[in-house]
T-cell receptor
């Protein structure tokens, strides 16, 4: 059962523009949502998170939005930089922790 | 702090062989997880543990076993390896509590031939 879904396998944006990555979930018991960034041959690294009681969390160029009624969250990166190019995973946890399939972001100079 | 350490980094197994993937964390985290990532895919949860002596199945537990005798260690056992178990395996840990992020090891690349 795919409880966390990322329906866009890839996204390409121009440097300086906004990147928007989307994620949907089905399990209403999740109480914390996270975004991880992953480079090849490395483990995922934490990027930003949001509690289920909030609807927005901002950290520098990164903002995560949560819409609980729609069971949807998104990651906004503004402005996008070439160094942001990586695979981004959406995750959600209660006790277990489930991941989406990932979105490969390419930021072109 | 070393964080989450996985060994080995690479391994080739023959069909039917067994092996244990080791995972150790030095952050005194209660929660530990094992994932597999197939090429071009996301991370699938195999097993997880919320503390020493407690383990639970994830999405894809068949063909694997785990144990959690200490807070630090969470080994993953493969019995009778099959080609379908060729994957990259990641171990992760996080602290107790809702608002905590997980830390991942560098992964073990396993090939079953």
């Amino acid at each position: 059962d795919q409880q966390v879904k990322q329906n866009s396998p890839s996204l390409s944006v121009q440097e300086g523009r906004i990147s928007i990555l989307n994620c949907d979930y089905t399990n209403s018991m999740f109480d914390y949502f996270l975004w991880y960034k992953k480079y090849p041959a490395e483990g995922p690294t934490f990027l930003i998170s949001i509690s289920s009681i909030k609807d927005k969390n901002e950290d520098g160029r990164f903002t995560v939005f949560l819409n609980k009624s729609a069971k949807h969250l998104s990651l906004h990166i503004v402005p996008s930089q070439p160094g942001d190019s990586a695979v981004y995973f959406c995750a959600a946890h209660n006790n277990d922790m489930r991941f989406g399939a990932g979105t490969r972001l390419t930021v072109k100079p | 702090n070393a964080g989450v350490t996985q060994t080995p980094k690479f391994r080739i197994l023959k069909i039917g062989q067994s092996m244990t993937l080791q995972c150790t964390q030095d952050m005194n985290h209660n929660y530990m997880y094992w994932y597999r990532q197939d090429p071009g895919m996301g991370l699938k949860l195999i097993y997880y543990s919320v503390g020493a002596g407690i383990t639970d199945k994830g999405e894809v537990p068949n063909g694997y076993n785990v144990s959690r005798s200490t807070t630090e260690d969470f080994p993953l056992r493969l019995e009778l390896a099959a080609p379908s178990q060729t994957s990259v395996y990641f171990c992760a840990s996080r602290n107790r509590g809702a608002n905590t992020e997980a830390f991942f090891g560098q992964g073990t690349r396993l090939t079953v031939v």
